[in-house]
Structure formats: structure tokens, C-alpha cells
């Protein structure tokens, strides 16, 4: 993808969180906040529609944002805000989205489902489920073709896995030895169905086997070891070695959609999940590391600051109007 | 009488007719164990079990293929679409295989297959989840579509294409889902399938609605400076053209109100064909209310897109007054 312009705050952010490991912290615990607030913005009746949120995945998005360049493609699915939030989209860019801004990352015509940033290489996310799988290899197909160094990250969950796009995907990427990171985020339920009902399967990493491609199953709680594991098949993907399949095994705190209670739910499943918080194991290794503990409890309450801020301009930002309708449905307007 | 959501008018329809003959299943994502994402298959896993009442895992076109092939194998399935946009993954086995049964094989084999899906705007979900797309399906030879407008005609429509020999497309309109409707639930109370009905009489102006636009129109013409008769097509394929042929022949003026945009809108077949068939009897041009040609946006504009009642009685108000057709809102805007 090319970049538009080089003093963009997406970039700045991108940049940032690629600086140290205080900062990618920061942007998990962004995620964590900008997710919990929706939740509650959406129940006090202030947004339409619905919202797909990512709550205890958060660790996968800000390793996908901490490995990437810029120019990099990323297709990811509904449930982006995280992966948004921590490849560089501003919370205004985001949040104005959901509140159908023109600030939005569409204008506000689209909502929570479709968020987009080509300047740091967020594809729109896709709501059809497994629609980015073949999109994402044909990113990787155009960085073939363009001889750049470029490569793509389709991001999409379990569910996605039992879909013809999937497999038409990954034989492609393979056939082709496309530089392509195909990335499962595994959080053990499409919808309110667990995995084990719908797929015969429960390390989904042996698919990429039928096609002659490597994988890998990695913690998708642990920040760490998914930077090692995207790093070394993005790495791959860079040097011509071909596609990777990375399984990230993860958990959804939330329901899977704002309507969705998640009482399907086996009893104390959520409660163990939540011993393994990305955010909290991250910082027990922080502090371990030598990090002032109480600089990173100072985060939460500046990254609520400035959510809350960002909250503000968003409301007293502009609404789209009907001719926004009009624009962008192909070049000109209709 | 039953004062019934319309989901729920579907979940009986369906039950008494799961009741009546063993050769029918059900079977779509979270249809099961969730009783459908939109409710509407309440209460039969506990009534008829695991194995006629069957959750799938994403995976669209093996689910609709196989009811295909079940189909033709002396079973009845019923397939649900959560939402109808998801049918593009699958369409082949609808459109190019189910509609083609009976043709291929000289009228040996018969696809007795019915496909749910919600359909449509207004509950803000944006551009990929809030289409009517029965454009995708009315040209198909083989293929029926019908349109509930309320739990009465959803419960006897979903009956009507239960019973049917060929393939059914039943497009129902999400946002009516939660509401209800008083009606006479006889067990046999079918609608046939290309019968249309006439809500409300007059004699200026004929209006024909379908699904959620039928409300619409009722409300339009119920305050209003003429009198119209609403017709809710109920089919669009094949529709009721004695009806709508009958009513323009009294009224001489002929408005349909559409969901969809305005290019191949399922008003332009009803304008062309009573055109041709009633030219004599009409007193000016007919008049098609739609949707403009851009994705249907989120959130407030959504309410801008769709022709509300405000916007039929005003356009058609112009209408009668000047047997002229004035133009549309986005016209005024470009
Ligand atoms: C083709 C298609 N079928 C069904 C859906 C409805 N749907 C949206 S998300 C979802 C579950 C997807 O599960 P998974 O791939 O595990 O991702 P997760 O939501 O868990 O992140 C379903 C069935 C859809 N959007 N597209
Ligand atoms: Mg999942």
C-alpha cells in the first residue's frame, strides 16, 4: 500500500507504539478502555446498530501493529477496533465512526462494523465473515507483482475457518508462494457456538497441512510470544519463503455482539480466562523487566483522560449529512 | 386470535409444519441451541430436536448445497440466512443449482427447499448487513420470493413456502421482527404464493408496498388528502398482476413505494408491465418511490434513505395534484 502522507497522526501513533514497551501497554489498555466505553455508550442508548467488541484479545492486535511497517496490509473483520486502535486510527477516526461523524473513518455512514485506514495499511474491516482471506492474499499478490517488500495480514477468528473463502485463500497463498501471514484469532466461539460443535478440529493450525504450509499455535494472551511468532512468519513472508498459518488461542470477554449476554457460556470459563488477562501479564513482566509499577497503574487513569476527551470532541464534532450519501460510490458522486 | 412479534409468528409457522410432515428440517448458524439470532426459531430444538433442528458452522454454501441435495433426495429443508447479504457465498447452490433442479432433470427431480434470510434496513447495522437484495433473485427462473409485511402474512407466507414444491426465498424484514401483530393463527391459514392484498381503499392513486414499506404506506395514505389503495404484493416472484392491474384500472395513477434504490428495483417489472397492460386507463406517468442508488448508510441517515411515510404523502400528494412525477430528495441535494 502507499502511504499518503507522512505527518499523518495515524502514522504518528503507529510510530509510537513501535517505540518501547511502555507504549504498547499504553495501546492495550487504549483498547481495553475504548472497548469497555462503547459497551457502555451503546447501553445508555447513544448508538445505533451493533458493536463487535475485542476484550481479552488485545494482545494480538498490538503484536500485528508491533511488527508491521506502515506499508504493510492488514484485512481484518468486524471485530476491529483493537486491531484499528493499535495499527495507528485515532479514537476521534474510531469513535466518530460509531457515532456517525463526519471525523468518522467513513464519514459516519458506516459505523462500528467498517473501519479503514490505507495510510497505515488497515484494509476496511470486513463484516462478511472469511471475506478478507482472499483479499489479504491478494494484497500479497500485488506486493508479488510490484516487486516491493510488502507484506499482508489477514486477521479473522475460528468461526471463519469453516468457510470456502478461507481454503480458497490459503491454497492460493500457498500455490503461489504469496507473502501472506494468515492469522486465526481463536476465541473458541463463532457467535454464540463453541468450536467444538461446529469444527472437528481444535488446534485450527493443522488446516494450513492440506496445503503444504507452515503454521504455528502461539498464547494469544501473551504479547511476547505473538511479537516472536508473527515476526518470524512476517520475516518469512518478506524473504519469498510463502504463507504462514499463526493460530492465536485467545478468549472474548464480552458477548459477541453488544446484544449477546454470553450465557452459552460453561460456568467459570470467563473467570479462568480472565487469570490469563494480556494486559496483566504484560505488566507483571514489565515490572519484573525493572518498570515502575505505579507508572503503569498511572496509565490507566491518563488513557481514561484522554478517552473521555476524545469522547467530547466526538459529540460536539459535526454529524454526516444526506449528501455524504452521495460521495464515494464510485469516483465523483452520483 | 394471537397478538404475536413476528418472529415468533415464523417460529410457529415453522413448528406446526415441522408437526405436520417429517420430511421437514431446519437447519443455519445458531438456529439451534440460540433459537435463532432474530428469535425466530423459538422453542424447536426442545420440541423436535438435534436432528431436525440443525446448527451449521459458517460455512453457507456447504449448508445450502447440502440442503440442496437433500431436496432433491425426498426431504424438505428450510435454511436460514442470518442475514441475506450472507447468501453471496453461497448463491451458486440457490440461483444456478436449487432454481435448476426440476429443469435438469426433464422434471424428474423437484427442489422443495426454503431459504429464510432477514432482509433490510433500519436497525443501523450498516452497508454489508442492512440490504434487501431480492434483485439478486427475482430474475432467476425457478425461483419464488415473498416478503412478509407483519407476523399475519410472515406466519402464512412461511407456510405457503414450506408447502412449495419449487425453491422459496423468503426475504424477511429485519427490523419488523419485534413487532406485533393481532391475526387468526389457523393452522392452515395459508397465503398463496403470487396473491397479493389490498389494505385500505381509495380511489386516487394505487400504491403498491412490500415488506416494511406496506407500514409506510398505511401511514402515508392515512393522513392523507387523497384516498389510495395500499396493495402489499406479499410475492414479487411471480407477482399478483391481476390485482395490481385491477386497481390501476379504477384509480389510474400507480406509485410503488420500495425499500431498495431506485435502478432494477422490483417497482420498475409492476411500472413496465401495468404500463403496457393499462395504458389506456392511466392519467399519468406512474411513480416509483425508492431508495437512491448509494449503500445504505448508518445511523441517522439511514432514516434520510428509506422513504418514510413524510415522503410518500408529500410526493404523492405533487403526484395527484399535477399528474406529474416530482423529484426525488437526492435530486434536490446533487
Ligand atoms: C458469510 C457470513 N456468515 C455469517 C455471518 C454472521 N456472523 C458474523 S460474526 C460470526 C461469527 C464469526 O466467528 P469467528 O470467525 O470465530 O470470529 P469472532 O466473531 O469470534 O471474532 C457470524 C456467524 C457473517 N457475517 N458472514
Ligand atoms: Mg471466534
Given at each position: 500500500m502507499t502511504v499518503a502522507s507522512e505527518t499523518n497522526e495515524a502514522l504518528r501513533r503507529r510510530a509510537a507504539l513501535q517505540e518501547s514497551r511502555l507504549e504498547l501497554f499504553r495501546r492495550m489498555v487504549e483498547i481495553r478502555l475504548v472497548e469497555d466505553r462503547i459497551i457502555e455508550l451503546f447501553g445508555e442508548g447513544l448508538i445505533p446498530g451493533s458493536t463487535h467488541t475485542c476484550q481479552g484479545q488485545e494482545a494480538v492486535s498490538v503484536a500485528v501493529a508491533a511488527v508491521l511497517r506502515p506499508t504493510d496490509t492488514v484485512a481484518c473483520t468486524y471485530r476491529g477496533h483493537g486491531m484499528a486502535l493499535a495499527l495507528g486510527v485515532t479514537r476521534e477516526a474510531l469513535l466518530g465512526e460509531i457515532f456517525g461523524r463526519k471525523i468518522g473513518c467513513m464519514g459516519g455512514l458506516g459505523g462500528s462494523m467498517h473501519l479503514s485506514d490505507p495510510t497505515v495499511g488497515l484494509l476496511p474491516t470486513f463484516a462478511i465473515v472469511g471475506a478478507g482471506v482472499p483479499i489479504g492474499v491478494g494484497a500479497a499478490l500485488a506486493a508479488q507483482l510490484q516487486g516491493t517488500e510488502d507484506v499482508s495480514v489477514s486477521v479473522f477468528g475460528d468461526g471463519a475457518t469453516n468457510i470456502g473463502g478461507f481454503h480458497e485463500g490459503l491454497n492460493l497463498a500457498a500455490v503461489w508462494s504469496l507473502p501472506v501471514v494468515f492469522l486465526c484469532e481463536n476465541n473458541l466461539y463463532g457467535e454464540y457456538s463453541p468450536i467444538a460443535r461446529t469444527?472437528?478440529?481444535?488446534?485450527?493450525?493443522?488446516?494450513?497441512?492440506?496445503?503444504?504450509?507452515?503454521?504455528?499455535?502461539?498464547?494469544?494472551?501473551?504479547?511476547?510470544?505473538?511479537?516472536?511468532?508473527?515476526?518470524?512468519?512476517?520475516?518469512?513472508?518478506?524473504?519469498?519463503?510463502?504463507?504462514?498459518?499463526?493460530?492465536?488461542?485467545?478468549?472474548?470477554?464480552?458477548?459477541?455482539?453488544?446484544?449477546?449476554?454470553?450465557?452459552?457460556?460453561?460456568?467459570?470459563?470467563?473467570?479462568?480466562?480472565?487469570?490469563?488477562?494480556?494486559?496483566?501479564?504484560?505488566?507483571?513482566?514489565?515490572?519484573?523487566?525493572?518498570?515502575?509499577?505505579?507508572?503503569?497503574?498511572?496509565?490507566?487513569?491518563?488513557?481514561?483522560?484522554?478517552?473521555?476527551?476524545?469522547?467530547?470532541?466526538?459529540?460536539?464534532?459535526?454529524?454526516?449529512?444526506?449528501?455524504?450519501?452521495?460521495?464515494?460510490?464510485?469516483?465523483?458522486?452520483? | 386470535m394471537k397478538r404475536l412479534r413476528m418472529n415468533q409468528a415464523i417460529s410457529l409457522a415453522i413448528a406446526e409444519e415441522m408437526e405436520r410432515d417429517e420430511r421437514i428440517f431446519l437447519m443455519g448458524e445458531d438456529v439451534a441451541e440460540a433459537e435463532g439470532t432474530f428469535k425466530t426459531s423459538e422453542g424447536l430444538l426442545a420440541r423436535f430436536g438435534p436432528s431436525r433442528v440443525r446448527d451449521t458452522p459458517i460455512s453457507e454454501m456447504g449448508f445450502l448445497g447440502a440442503a440442496v441435495g437433500a431436496a432433491v433426495s425426498g426431504m424438505r429443508p428450510i435454511v436460514e440466512i442470518m442475514f441475506i447479504e450472507f447468501l453471496g457465498v453461497a448463491l451458486d447452490q440457490l440461483v444456478t443449482e436449487a432454481a435448476l433442479m426440476r429443469y435438469l432433470s426433464g422434471g424428474a427431480l423437484h427442489a422443495p427447499l426454503t431459504v429464510r434470510g432477514s432482509a433490510g434496513a433500519g436497525l443501523g447495522f450498516g452497508c454489508q448487513h442492512s440490504q434487501t437484495l431480492e434483485r439478486w433473485l427475482v430474475g432467476t427462473p425457478g425461483l419464488k420470493v415473498v416478503v412478509p409485511s407483519g407476523a399475519r402474512s410472515a406466519y402464512g407466507l412461511t407456510k405457503a413456502a414450506i408447502r412449495d414444491d419449487d425453491p422459496v426465498v423468503v426475504l424477511e424484514p429485519r427490523a419488523l421482527y419485534g413487532r406485533r401483530e393481532a391475526f387468526d393463527a389457523d393452522p392452515d391459514a395459508v397465503i398463496p404464493i403470487g396473491v397479493g392484498e389490498v389494505l385500505g381503499q381509495g380511489d386516487d392513486v394505487t400504491i403498491v408496498a412490500l415488506g416494511q414499506t406496506v407500514e409506510t404506506a398505511r401511514s402515508a395514505a392515512a393522513d392523507a388528502s387523497w384516498a389510495a389503495d395500499v396493495v402489499d404484493l406479499r410475492t414479487i416472484q411471480p407477482w399478483d398482476h391481476e390485482l395490481v392491474a385491477e386497481s390501476v384500472e379504477k384509480t389510474g395513477r400507480l406509485v410503488t413505494v420500495e425499500e431498495n434504490q431506485f435502478t432494477g428495483g422490483w417497482g420498475a417489472e409492476i411500472v413496465s408491465s401495468i404500463v403496457s397492460a393499462c395504458f389506456v386507463s392511466l392519467k399519468c406517468p406512474p411513480m416509483r418511490l425508492t431508495a437512491p442508488d448509494v449503500p445504505v448508510p448508518y445511523g441517522e441517515l439511514e432514516r434520510q434513505y428509506l422513504p418514510s411515510a413524510d415522503y410518500v404523502r408529500t410526493q404523492v400528494d405533487v403526484f395527484v395534484k399535477t399528474d406529474t412525477v416530482p423529484s426525488a430528495w437526492w435530486e434536490e441535494l446533487s
Open positions: 469444527t472437528p478440529v481444535t488446534d485450527l493450525a493443522v488446516r494450513a497441512a492440506s496445503y503444504q504450509m507452515r503454521s504455528e499455535v502461539v498464547d494469544g494472551q501473551d504479547v511476547d510470544a505473538l511479537i516472536d511468532a508473527i515476526a518470524a512468519a512476517v520475516a518469512r513472508a518478506r524473504d519469498g519463503g510463502g504463507p504462514t498459518l499463526v493460530e492465536a488461542k485467545t478468549y472474548r470477554y464480552a458477548g459477541h455482539s453488544r446484544s449477546d449476554k454470553a450465557t452459552y457460556r460453561p460456568e467459570g470459563e470467563l473467570e479462568r480466562w480472565l487469570q490469563r488477562d494480556p494486559i496483566t501479564l504484560f505488566k507483571t513482566k514489565l515490572v519484573d523487566e525493572g518498570v515502575d509499577g505505579s507508572a503503569l497503574e498511572a496509565v490507566w487513569e491518563e488513557c481514561r483522560l484522554q478517552l473521555e476527551q476524545s469522547i467530547e470532541a466526538v459529540l460536539a464534532s459535526p454529524l454526516a449529512e444526506p449528501s455524504d450519501m452521495l460521495a464515494n460510490v464510485t469516483a465523483g458522486r452520483i | -
